[in-house]
DNA sequence: TATTTGACCAAGA
DNA sequence: ATCTTGGCCAAAT
């Protein structure tokens, strides 16, 4: 039964799960960034992050949307950024010249 | 297994 | 403020 008996076990595990739950707890109203969602899983993947909402965005279950640049442009969306745009508005983040505005307020502080 | 790709980021010019 | 460069990570090819 033992097979490779106690391996280093990295941290890492279904990264891209990992991603849509902790997503899945941005409140609405609220965005986060790509490196604070990265960095909420212990990790500083942030361009992992990005692919795996590319890739498997698990819509709608998953608000994809909320996740924005840490410049606070919109950065992307499987959907045409144009969605992306209208949703976030509807939800009450206010988009200005491709910006949130009040951007540093409207991050969602994951606990740590 | 090795290489390439990307919804990124921080720093430098 | 914008543009360029290097670095970073996981998943796809």
Known sequence: MN???SSPKPAKKNFSERCYEK????PKGSVTTYAELARALGSKGYRA???AMHRN???PRVPCHRVVRSDGSLGGYAFGL???FEILTKEGVII???KVQGFPEKIYRFRR
């Open 3 to 5: 097979k490779k008996t």
């Open 49 to 51: 992050v990005g692919q």
């Open 23 to 26: 997503l899945c707890t941005v």
């Open 96 to 98: 200005r010249d491709g």
């Open 82 to 84: 144009k969605k992306k």
């Open 57 to 59: 965005p698990n819509a």
